[in-house]
T-cell receptor, first 116, second 117 residues
């Protein structure tokens, strides 16, 4: 249980184009989803928290207009990297909180973005 | 703000031996949760074990156990009978409850574990 499906797993795009990454909760309702960015050999850095039906909360230093997050339903959150540049190349991974009381966090399988 | 510290960038262990991965944390909250995740080279984050701040017993899940020392603010992961498939990056994380009722995970820098024959 508590599975999050993330697509695509890998994407290569040209500079200046936009890329959309989807995360779907398959067997539970994800009222809150988290988007992380991870550089090679480094830790996960939280980019933003999205709550279903409301605007995402971005961490300090994360450009809202570059990383558009939409959480329109209880099972789908999307991250769109707009006008991508090579420095946006990274591993992006989503996470959702599940359960009540002592709750946990389940993760998508990640998306490796390469901007050329 | 909460902080998670993992002081071992890399660890080696021989197959079938036990290994301890260190994690210390800093928080002023009374209620918090500590997690360990495994990240193989493929990138997915695999949940291993959870310890609540009010749990009196150390958490165990199969070959994984958490050595929780609240006074020292440490939550070390112990992997018994290491297997080659345990080679991966391991992250310690703390759940932080935010003002307004939200929550988020704060991660340590990770420990790269390599299991050798």
């Amino acid at each position: 249980g508590a599975v999050v499906s993330q697509h695509p797993s890998r994407v290569i795009c040209k500079s200046g184009t936009s890329v959309k990454i989807e995360c779907r909760s398959l067997d539970f309702q994800a009222t809150t989803m988290f988007w992380y960015r991870q550089f090679p050999k480094q830790s996960l850095m939280l980019m933003a928290t999205s709550n279903e039906g409301s605007k995402a909360t971005y961490e300090q230093g994360v450009e809202k207009d570059k990383f558009l997050i939409n959480h329109a339903s209880l099972t789908l959150s999307t991250l769109t990297v707009t006008s991508a540049h090579p420095e946006d190349s990274s591993f992006y991974i989503c996470s959702a909180r599940y359960g009540t009381g002592t709750y946990g966090y389940t993760f998508g399988s990640g998306t490796r973005l390469t901007v050329v | 703000a909460q902080k998670i510290t993992q002081t071992q960038p890399g660890m080696f262990v021989q197959e079938k031996e036990a290994v301890t991965l260190d994690c210390t944390y800093d928080t002023s909250d009374q209620s918090y949760g500590l997690f360990w995740y495994k990240q193989p080279s493929s990138g997915e984050m695999i949940f291993l074990i959870y310890q609540g701040s009010y749990d009196e017993q150390n958490a165990t899940e199969g070959r994984y156990s958490l050595n929780f020392q609240k006074a020292r603010k440490s939550a070390n992961l112990v992997i018994s009978a290491s297997q080659l498939g345990d080679s991966a990056m391991y992250f310690c994380a703390m759940r932080e409850v935010l003002t307004g009722g939200g929550n988020k995970l704060t991660f340590g820098t990770g420990t790269q574990l390599k299991v050798e024959l």
